[in-house]
């Protein structure tokens, strides 16, 4: 077998990025062990940014219908409500998503699973990659499917999107560095009669240990219970059974709950690690074979969308023609240091939220809810934290593809800020799978001609410098910016920069 592109793992990151590799038309084969996608509900939270990202393939709409946007929050101390705040429009103005949904892993890759499938291709279940080396000029594999026959696949790059035992990293021999956690975490799919109604995700506030109901779609007793227990316990995470984490779950809540039809139930440590380089020659790694974390935020699953995401339009280009292949070096140069602040990220809100050192458990006990509910409605607050969990604030302004010509408020590296054009999303101009130049009129003469210029790389368009737009990025004067396939800005330039532009394309693709 021969394939471009051969992913390995058909988890959320490998689906998602066979869904952007259809997307930029680019072929591939795409692998895994198991039978079909999951049956369990694993990851629920999606993100914001995920939800742009899916936006471009026509499928955010279907994921919102079929998930849950988190609205009210509760939050408890023993089982009595201290305050309820509102999550439902946190994000306002920043995203066209602006909450946090609500998503069985299960139903999300079947959304996933059937785009490919739309798309003329399938993913080989029950196949298996046993080994691969590489040279200069590909990748050859070893796989084993079904029937237990082996076959070698030769493939231009290699995609490992086999989760956190990757066999991909083993045998690129890269560091997976950091530490685990102490504590004992579990997770439980359940039906729960109670006296709380279910429009509401239940987060109960302790000293030491951490405890959420979430309501899930399909049914109003329908919760995910996620939970962890204090530190200190001599307990062997896989020996623990259900029974006894309902008897904490009761004792923590005190208030009375009849929990039935465990449908998914697991208990298990959280490490907290990073690989050392993202890729190896032809060989890249996305997902949880990259890093993992606690699950504090809900950010594992969303960030493996977007590795693929920003590798899939630079795969694109090398295969397609336009671009030489040092432009994959910047999958590393924009990824790892993402995935490095993603730890420390992920474990401040682990600490935030259930986090033992008496000063940070005071504030989350006796003055969070108390004040939850007004924090939460400052705009400074809103601006501060969404972006954060959202993962909209991502950027990669170090990177080598990002260039600033023009002194303006916001920076090439960032995602293309949110706003209304004559009352649409900017983000209904972004769908192609291309470079878009943008150019924010003043008012000044439109130079003709552009897109000629640019020969087939970018479409351009040309939009009025309306008042919100000339706030969003402090300038009054025109200005260009030039969005890369991911939506976020490679290149600023003053005016029509057209030379700008086309020094900056020839310097990234050559
Ligand atoms: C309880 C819990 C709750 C979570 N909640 C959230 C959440 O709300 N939001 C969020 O963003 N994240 C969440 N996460 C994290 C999230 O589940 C993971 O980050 C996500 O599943 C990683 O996806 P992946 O595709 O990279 O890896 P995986 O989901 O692990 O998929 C890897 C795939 O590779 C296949 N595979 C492995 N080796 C091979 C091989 N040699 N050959 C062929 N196939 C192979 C496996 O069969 C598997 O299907 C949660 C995690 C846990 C444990």
Known sequence: MKTPVLIVGAGPTGLSLACQLIRHRVDFLIIDKKEGTTPYSKAIGVHARTLEIYEQIGLAERAVAEGAIVGKTRLMEEGEIRAEIDLSRFGEGMSAYPFLLILEQGRHEKI???????????????????????????????IRKADGSSETVEAGFLVGCDGAKSLVRHSLGLEFT??????????????????????????????????????????????????????????????????????????????????????????????????????????FLAGDSAHIHSPAGAQGMNTGIQDGYNLAWKLAMVLNGRASVEILNTYNEERLPNAKRLLKTTDRMFELGAGEEWFTAWLRVRVFPYVAN???????????????????????????????????????GDRMPYFLVDGQSIYDRLHEPQFHLIVFNDGSAVQAGMSEDLDGLADVQTIPLYPHIAEIFDTDATFCVLLRPDNYIGFIGKGYDIEGVREYLKKILS
């Not at 785009?115 to 000029?137: C, N, P």
């Not at 405890?211 to 049914?219: A, C, I, S, T, V």
Request: hydrophobic letters at 40%; a negative charge; one cysteine or more.
């Open 112 to 142: 996933l699973h059937e785009y490919i499938t739309d798309g003329g291709k399938d993913v080989m279940w029950q196949t298996e990659l046993i080994s691969f080396s590489q040279s200069a000029d590909g990748v050859t594999a070893e």
């Open 178 to 283: 950091g530490g685990t956690f102490e504590r004992i975490f579990y997770v439980a799919d359940v039906q729960i009669d109670w006296e709380y109604s279910h429009d509401a995700l239940h987060l109960n506030l302790s000293k030491d240990t951490l405890l959420g109901f979430f309501p899930m779609p399909g049914g109003e007793n329908h919760y995910r219970i996620v939970g962890s227990l204090a530190e200190g316990s001599e307990r062997n995470e896989a020996e623990i059974l259900y029974e006894e984490i309902e008897d904490v779950i009761k004792n923590e809540l005190k208030h009375p709950l009849d929990v039935h039809d465990v449908n998914w139930f697991s208990t298990y440590k959280v490490h907290t690690r990073h690989v050392n380089k993202f890729s190896v020659g032809r060989c």
């Open 374 to 412: 007004i924090m939460t409605r400052m705009e400074w607050v809103q601006r501060m934290v969404f972006p954060l969990v959202s993962q909209i604030g991502i950027n990669y302004r170090r990177s080598s593809l990002s260039k600033d010509a023009a002194a303006v408020k916001v920076s090439a």
